[in-house]
């Protein structure tokens, strides 16, 4: 079974500039949240994809986007970047519908913004 | 908003001792996960608990779900080295209109040899 896996490890970009973030879930997993976590805080919920569409929605401006891939993974698209939007971004995949609702996270990409 | 409060923050002990994490929340949970995450990694799932009064043990682990699923502990008897880490309590919101997970403060484990 392959877990989940999160490309680029590190990016650097300076503000202003557009970032891409790759994900591929879990083998068997259909469904993809992205969460941002500052440093020294827990994960904050981004976004969640579902059969290709947006599936709930965090406390986020529109410039972070996404989408998901016909085989499940997933895309974090972040605009006109800011330097708060320097974290560690982090992916999880699950399996849609069941109580337990568990989530399995990605090693994520450390994005600094200058 | 903060939903989940974790205390204590920080924490050092040595390497045999005792410690417990509290997970809290006005809120009630219809599952609640714990995550151990250590420095540039993701988060690593723990255990799940989903019924009121949940004891749920791993090792020198014990999870427990409080009766109301509002609130939740994480007890570590022995602790080792091993164990250091940010460890994490999430939950999904019972009612939610998604199933993302809201995610506590963190506590900041650090066991000393």
């Known amino acids: 079974e392959t877990g989940v896996t999160q490309s680029p490890t590190h990016l650097i970009k300076t503000r202003g500039q557009q970032v891409t973030l790759r994900c591929s879930s879990q083998?068997?997993?259909?469904?993809v949240s992205w969460y941002q976590q500052a440093l020294g805080q827990g994960p904050q919920f981004i976004f969640q994809y579902y059969r290709e569409e947006e599936n709930g929605r965090g406390n986020f401006p529109p410039r972070f986007s996404g989408l998901q891939f016909p085989n499940y993974s997933s895309e974090l698209n972040v605009n006109a970047l800011e330097l708060d939007d320097s974290a560690l971004y982090l992916c999880?995949?699950?399996?849609?519908?069941?109580?337990?609702?568990?989530?399995?996270f990605g090693p994520g990409t450390r994005l600094t913004v200058l | 908003t903060q939903l989940l409060e974790q205390s204590p923050q920080f924490l050092s002990i040595q390497e045999g001792e005792n410690l417990t994490v509290y997970c809290n929340s006005s809120s009630v949970f219809s599952s609640l996960q714990w995550y151990r995450q250590e420095p540039g990694e993701g988060p690593v799932l723990l255990v799940t608990?989903?019924?009121?009064?949940e004891v749920k043990k791993l090792k020198r682990l014990t999870f427990q779900f409080g009766d109301a699923r509002k609130d939740s502990s994480l007890h570590i008897t022995a602790a080792q080295p091993g164990d250091t880490g940010l460890y994490l309590c999430a939950g999904k919101e019972y009612g939610g209109a998604t199933n993302k997970l809201i995610f506590g403060t963190g506590t900041l484990l650090a066991v000393q040899p």
């Open positions: 083998s068997g997993h259909n469904t």
């Open positions: 999880a995949s699950s399996l849609a519908g069941g109580l337990r609702n568990e989530q399995f």
């Open positions: 608990v989903v019924t009121g009064g």
